[in-house]
């Protein structure tokens, strides 16, 4: 039982470059979430899943892209990566719905765009 | 977007001090929840509230939802080594799948 794991760990990007992230989860939760930390600024969140199929913005979501691909999965989109996107990027789930907000993070892809 | 206040920002204590930190709202919750986060790791729930006025403990570490449900506690005693990194606080209501998180507590120990 792995959790959630993302991939690439670490990814040096040249502005204008594409990439996405990738999150699987292997708990059978329905809600995923894509957040980016920053120094200073704590987690800020991007999108999130509430169920296969649906996506909806968070506080944070210009210049991103997101895709349910299944229950399983929930890919983040960069189409013109900037240095503003540099950042550390976590991935999350839980099981959703009522009494169930917890959520459990990846270990986190470290994106640098120069 | 909003943010919960965490007290304090950073604290250096010597192993097997008692640890106090706190999260503040200017908003009701009615789900609290705590997490640590190692260097290049990411955050690991630690303890999980859902009732105010409720003490919840796990080994060495206790938290506690406030009876204002704007404001959360978390205490942790006799500290060790493995203790250090950023505790974060994060809170959010019924019906909503997304979490408002704090900014942090960083805890180092002095050797």
């Known amino acids: 039982n792995a959790g959630v794991t993302q991939t690439p760990k670490f990814q040096v990007l040249k502005t204008g470059q594409s990439m996405t992230l990738q999150c699987a989860q292997d708990?059978?939760?329905?809600?995923m979430y894509w957040y980016r930390q920053d120094p200073g600024m704590g987690l800020r969140l991007i999108y999130y899943?509430?169920?296969?199929?649906?996506?909806d913005k968070g506080e944070v979501p210009n210049g991103y892209n997101v895709s349910r691909l299944n229950k399983r999965e929930f890919s983040l989109r960069l189409e013109s990566a900037a240095p503003s996107q540099t950042s550390v990027y976590f991935c999350?789930?839980?099981?959703?719905?009522?009494?169930?907000?917890?959520?459990?993070f990846g270990p986190g892809t470290r994106l640098t765009v120069t | 977007g909003q943010q919960l206040n965490q007290s304090p920002q950073s604290m250096f204590i010597q192993e097997g001090e008692d640890v106090s930190m706190n999260c503040t709202s200017s908003?009701?919750?009615?789900?609290w929840l705590w997490y640590k986060q190692d260097p290049g790791e990411g955050p690991v729930l630690l303890i999980a509230?859902?009732?105010?006025?409720e003490l919840t403990s796990n080994g060495r570490l206790t938290a506690q939802f406030g009876i204002t449900r704007k404001d959360s506690f978390l205490n942790i005693s006799a500290s060790i080594p493995s203790d250090v990194g950023i505790y974060f606080c994060a809170g959010t209501n019924f019906g909503n799948e997304k979490l408002t998180f704090g900014t942090g507590t960083r805890l180092t120990i002095i050797p």
């Open positions: 899943s509430a169920s296969e199929g649906t996506t």
């Open positions: 908003s009701i919750f009615n789900t």
């Open positions: 999350a789930s839980s099981a959703g719905g009522a009494g169930s907000y917890e959520q459990y």
């Open positions: 509230l859902y009732k105010a006025g």
């Open positions: 708990m059978n939760h329905n809600s």
